[in-house]
């Protein structure tokens, strides 16, 4: 058996451009799959989460997003050891046939009102194939790619990968607004299965083109040389130093990587939407504009990166978003809707409740309605989008929502106990009591909705362009980064565990958590805490724990060309 290094180059007669174009525009369109639904979060939650007080659906409606994630480091295990022992062509082939039906049964899945509870659990069922195809297919792209690509050009060619995922999500905004408009009222009960149905199209283009592709000139080496692991799995779990390199790239990577990514392109759409009530097409195509401009950013990153390091570019877009987005998000609040951030300092609310007597806003199997007053007033204001503080009272008492400003008390207004009412008139005195609030809260300044005529637009696109900027900082980099990290017998296995860990269970829980924390506190700004953290204990780990792999002063200059080995 020969100990030469694996080249990292395609063949003759193959040619670059195609190699990449292929990889990514199946990985491209497994992600527009994927964030149909996260686009769609909304208008899914009413028709598949019906039974449950709204605020509850729309995080119940995030957590199915989220179980997608949930699953993918399964999806990592299955298709990495696939990829490890019977290719990488074979792999991300089956992945994107896996991902494509999934959406497009999405799209003819029966509602809650149709079939009850078995809805919202085959709606589960099919997100759940779907993380297990993209726990599969990014590896496979990424390590594809790599394996053909000359080192001196392996982050620009890498950061097509990353970048598709981006362009995915602008295909389905466009898309979605495209069958808005065309559609009006129509889309909120059914014109919202058209994207999901159109994705066949996309699954036939993409399994075409990726059955024209060869195996990877890698694999093929170790096929011919019988240096490929029989055992992946058992290969990267039982080596200490690979396993610890995975570890070590999850909490000094991945986890940080993608909290940013959800936290700077896809929660801004949510944050938009169901916080600042800006209207639904016109965050669309706020988000849209973002993406055209800042798409190119990723491949300038990404060649960066082959310049001055991976490390040190991934590094930096962490930094620079864990101490700067409360400040970022603060000014999209007041570009976006000043109206509410004015009303919040003029007349701040407090829900004025006994001690014990408020429960978190989330039910998410919808067994229970709210009937405390406490819970009642708090409903209310988050489905108001209001910010809100609580204050404890003298136990025993009801609820009141005290609503204040600079000259004293504007207005108190109490809340009831729902415990001994029916349905019917529990919801009857819901309605009226969310009607006098919301009467009450306009007078004070605070709008139902933003006022299109207030909207700073071109700010507002400043703000949402430079939380992308960070995102495609961080991101553009990774792939190449991550291949470079580990050796090539076990690479596929290894890089999709480390990476889809982070992806599935830090990144995919984002939007759900920071939507929870809002509605448990009051504050539209706690959910940032949580990317906040988790990026600033990236830095920490990945500057203490990963090598540069390029550029100056790289220490595993060599790594990706090893067949065996840990770097």
């Known amino acids: ?178 069958c808005r408009a065309a559609l009006g009222a129509a889309f909120e009960t059914w014109g919202w299965r058209l994207p999901f149905l159109l994705s066949v199209v996309l699954l036939v283009i993409s399994v075409y083109i990726r059955l ?91 060649r960066l990166s ?12 962490m930094a620079l978003a864990a101490t700067t987005y409360f400040p970022i998000y603060r000014a999209v609040t007041h570009f976006a809707n000043p109206a509410i951030e004015a ?11 006994a001690p014990g007597s408020c429960s978190a806003q989330f039910d998410p199997l919808g067994r229970q309605r709210p009937v405390r007053s406490c819970d009642i007033a708090r409903e209310a204001l988050a489905r108001a989008g209001v910010p809100y503080s609580t204050e404890s009272v003298a136990a025993g008492s009801v609820a009141r929502v005290h609503i204040g400003c600079s000259g004293g008390v504007m207005t108190d207004i109490a809340a009831f106990e729902g415990a001994q009412l029916s349905p019917q008139q529990l ?39 430079l939380l992308m900027l960070y995102s495609t900082l961080v991101t553009a980099p990774m792939a190449a980064w991550l291949v470079e990290l580990f050796p090539a017998r076990i690479r596929y296995t290894s890089l999709s565990v480390s990476y889809h860990i982070g992806a599935g269970w830090f990144g995919g829980f984002m939007p759900a958590v920071a939507f929870t924390l809002v509605a448990i506190t009051g504050d539209i700004y706690s959910g940032l805490w949580y990317p906040v953290i988790v990026a600033a204990v990236t830095v920490i780990a990945g500057v203490c724990l990963l090598p540069e792999t390029a550029g100056p002063g790289s220490q595993v200059s060599t790594a990706l060309e090893r067949r065996k080995g840990t770097p």
Do not use: C
Not at 37 to 53: D, E, R
Not at 278 to 299: M, R
């Open 1 to 178: 058996m020969r100990n030469a290094s694996v080249p990292f180059a395609a063949p003759a007669g193959v040619s670059h451009g195609r190699v990449i174009l292929a990889a990514s525009l199946g990985t491209g369109f497994e992600w527009y799959d994927f964030f149909l639904y996260g686009s769609l979060a909304a208008t899914i939650s009413k028709q598949f989460f019906a039974g449950v007080n709204e605020t509850s659906a729309f995080i119940f409606a995030l957590l199915t997003f989220a179980a997608g994630f949930a699953v993918r480091p399964f999806g990592a295990l299955l298709f990495g050891r696939l990829g490890d022992r019977v290719g990488r062509k074979k792999t991300f082939l089956a992945t994107i046939i896996i991902m494509g039906s999934s959406t497009v049964l999405v799209g003819i899945l029966p509602n809650y009102q149709s079939l009850g509870l078995a809805a919202p659990i085959v709606l589960i069922a099919l997100r759940m194939l779907q993380g297990l195809a993209i726990g599969g297919e990014y590896g496979g792209a990424a390590i594809y790619v790599a394996e053909h690509a000359p080192a001196a050009l392996r982050g620009r060619y890498t950061s097509w990968i990353q970048a598709t995922a981006t362009l995915a999500l602008l295909l389905s905004l466009s898309v979605i607004v495209l």
């Open 212 to 302: 024209q592709l060869a195996e990877s000139p890698v694999f093929q080496q170790m096929l011919a040389e019988g240096s490929h692991s029989r055992a992946p799995i058992r290969d990267a779990f039982s080596d200490p130093h690979n396993l610890k390199r995975m570890l070590s790239v999850l909490l000094g990577a991945t986890a940080g990587m993608n909290v940013i990514w959800y936290g700077s392109q896809l929660y801004t759409l949510y944050f938009l939407t169901q916080v600042l009530k800006v209207e639904q097409q016109t965050a669309n195509l706020l988000l849209a504009i973002v993406l055209v401009i800042g798409a190119p950013s990723y491949l300038v990153f990404g």
């Open 306 to 317: 082959d310049r001055l390091g991976r490390k040190r570019l991934i590094m930096l877009g």
């Open 343 to 353: 009303a919040a300092q003029r007349a701040p609310v407090k829900v004025l409740a």
């Open 427 to 465: 919801q009857r005195e819901r309605a009226a009591f969310s009607r006098r609030l919301n009467s009450v809260l306009a007078a004070a300044g605070y709008p139902l909705t933003a006022d299109p005529a207030a909207i700073n637009y071109p700010l507002v696109l400043l703000m949402l362009l």
